[in-house]
């Protein structure tokens, strides 16, 4: 669960230990497209000469992927659920240096109490 999203809780398992799953809302996801900065391009190229961690890379791929979970925490807000199950990620290549990151899982409301 992230700050900015901290009034939908996000799980990648069917359920909440503790909680009922009250109503199941549908399907909601939330995606980011971005492009890679030329910079980390050099830096990524020098890596692979030498070895090591992208950490442009990474970093990018860290942001996207919080976009994505932002985009799709709202998605389930607007459609009336608190929390978001099976959440899962996909990333495709959409052109020549840009990807796509996607987030989606299953919206539902969720109440303390046994499952």
Do not use: C, W
């Not at 899962?88 to 899982?105: H, K, Q």
């Amino acid at each position: 669960m992230t700050a900015r999203s901290s009034a939908i809780v996000l799980s990648n398992i069917e359920h909440f230990p503790g909680y009922t799953i009250t109503r199941h809302l549908g399907l909601v996801q939330g995606s980011t497209v971005r492009a890679k900065h030329v910079g980390r391009d050099i830096m990524a190229g020098l890596k692979n000469i030498v070895g090591g961690e992208l950490k442009g890379y990474t970093e990018l791929l860290n942001e996207s992927r919080q976009e994505a979970i932002d985009r799709m925490s709202e998605q389930a807000r607007a459609v009336g659920a608190n929390a978001v199950i099976n959440v899962r990620f996909s990333t495709a290549n959409i052109a020549a240096g840009a990807a796509e990151i996607l987030a989606y899982g299953t919206a539902v409301v969720i109440a303390r109490g046994e499952e």
